[in-house]
């Protein structure tokens, strides 16, 4: 298979505790971007990367939140101090970029802060 | 920015009932448009996509045609399968350079046999 992976799938934590998420996008995708989904509502877009740059991102994105994209391949989302209201399905996607926008997405991971 | 508006749910239709699920949206210049589906307990997946004005985009049977005049992006489908109960979602995709996809609450379809 080589569409976008995501890893873990689900993820349950202690309010107060930190955790990551890992996004594996298509090989040879440029651009990838992570987006935020809670329950009854479209994704919302976090931040995004441009090979090893990340070039945007979100309001949504407090500080307590920092994304990785070392060699530009995968990409790493981590939460600090994690709040009840961080519960949500993070996606990513990626796409090749200039010239074709096509976002594919992974299957999420699953957050829920207890 | 960009904004999209789409058709509230749920849908509730039988099976070979036409389908139309309005979006329209607000953009500046003329962005690409996509509509995605999201099965239950799966990922979203691209369904189809319109890149510029009067583009159709088809596929699995869906429709959506870009209209400039009307901002307009609805899906359509002649004839529904219990198989396509889901959730749509409509997304132009942002203007700016970063190019992110900007969605609706999303349409859920219900089919029943």
Avoid at chain 2, 61 to 86: I, M, N, P
Avoid at chain 2, 106 to 111: I, R
């Amino acid at each position: 298979d080589t569409g976008v992976s995501q890893d873990p799938r689900h993820k349950i934590t202690k309010r107060g505790q930190n955790v990551t998420f890992r996004c594996d996008p298509i090989s040879e995708h440029n651009r990838l971007y992570w987006y935020r989904q809670t329950l009854g509502q479209g994704p919302e877009f976090l931040t995004y990367f441009q090979n090893e740059a990340q070039l945007e991102k979100s309001r949504l994105l407090s500080d307590r939140f920092s994304a990785e994209r070392p060699k530009g391949s995968f990409s790493t989302l981590e939460i600090q101090r994690t709040e009840q209201g961080d519960s949500a399905m993070y996606l990513c996607a990626s796409t090749l970029g200039v010239g074709s926008y096509e976002q594919y997405f992974g299957p999420g991971t699953r957050l829920t802060v207890t | 920015g960009n904004s999209v508006t789409q058709m509230e749910g749920p849908v509730t239709l039988s099976e070979e009932a036409f389908l139309t699920i309005n979006c329209t949206y607000t953009a500046t210049g003329y962005p690409s448009l996509f509509w995605y589906v999201q099965y239950p307990g799966e990922g979203l997946q691209l369904l189809l996509k319109a890149t510029k004005a009067d583009d159709k985009g088809s596929n699995k049977g869906f429709e959506a045609t870009y209209r400039k005049e009307t901002t307009s992006f609805h899906l359509e489908k002649g004839s529904v399968q219990v198989s396509d109960s889901a959730v749509y979602f409509c997304a132009p995709r942002d203007g700016g350079s970063q190019g992110n996809l900007i969605f609706g609450k999303g349409t859920k379809l219900s089919v029943k046999p």
